[in-house]
T-cell receptor, first 114, second 115 residues
Framework: DVKVTQSSRYLVKRTGEKVFLECVQD?????MFWYRQDPGLGLRLIYF???????EKGDIPEGYSVSREKKERFSLILESASTNQTSMYLC?????????????FGDGTRLSIL | AQKITQTQPGMFVQEKEAVTLDCTYD???????LFWYKQPSSGEMIFLIY??????QNATEGRYSLNFQKARKSANLVISASQLGDSAMYFC????????????FGSGTRLQVQP
């Protein structure tokens, strides 16, 4: 079974802090994704990566950056956290480019910015 | 651009009854995939079922089936014989945009199964 592990289930940070959310997958997947989930809006794509050191902006990249130095690890960075970034963050991974591949998700990180 | 619409914010169903969760989509991609995910209150996203745009038959996985009507651009999830453990958020999603690789999600439907 594919395992996608997010470093924290719950995280509380202060406005202006630099925040790191870590995600690791164990199936050698090329593609990794960061989504943000808010009530009534579903999941929205922040960034994705299709290879080491490669990244593409998603639908809502403002205020975020990412890092992928190793294939199995994809980090989401909030450069200067703001209260409107309080949300649920979900990491996912998938292999290849075929449109029939389901994405495998981590358990999510509930981030609160005070 | 792709778009997924789930018009039912919340649904109630009695235990052991069947329930249909609605999903409509819009895309200009000729080839695409449709997915349903379940998210219990604990937060993890669980993949349920997949339907490809060229699949002739509706997908089924145990108690889950996908009612795919391509001309109407709908991909409704049918859960038969509902169980209390089916209470969760359900998300419809689609793939297919070759430059994107990510899924496009709907806003979700919260299903509550009543004893």
């Amino acid at each position: 079974d594919v395992k996608v592990t997010q470093s924290s289930r719950y995280l509380v940070k202060r406005t202006g802090e630099k925040v790191f959310l870590e995600c690791v997958q164990d199936m050698d997947h090329e593609n990794m994704f960061w989504y943000r989930q808010d009530p009534g809006l579903g999941l929205r794509l922040i960034y994705f990566s299709y290879d080491v050191k490669m990244k593409e902006k998603g639908d809502i990249p403002e205020g975020y950056s990412v890092s992928r130095e190793k294939k199995e690890r994809f980090s989401l960075i909030l450069e200067s956290a703001s209260t409107n970034q309080t949300s649920m963050y979900l990491c996912a991974s998938t292999a290849g480019t075929a449109s029939n591949q389901p994405q495998h998700f981590g358990d999510g990180t509930r981030l609160s910015i005070l | 651009a792709q778009k997924i619409t789930q018009t039912q914010p919340g649904m109630f169903v009695q235990e052991k009854e069947a329930v249909t969760l609605d999903c409509t989509y819009d895309t200009s991609d000729p080839s695409y995939g449709l997915f349903w995910y379940k998210q219990p209150s604990s937060g993890e996203m669980i993949f349920l079922i997949y339907q490809g745009s060229y699949d002739q038959q509706n997908a089924t996985e145990g108690r889950y089936s996908l009612n795919f009507q391509k001309a109407r651009k709908s991909a409704n999830l049918v859960i038969s014989a509902s169980q209390l453990g089916d209470s969760a958020m359900y998300f419809c999603a689609m793939s297919g945009d070759p430059g994107r690789r990510a899924l496009t999600f709907g806003s979700g439907t919260r299903l509550q199964v009543q004893p």
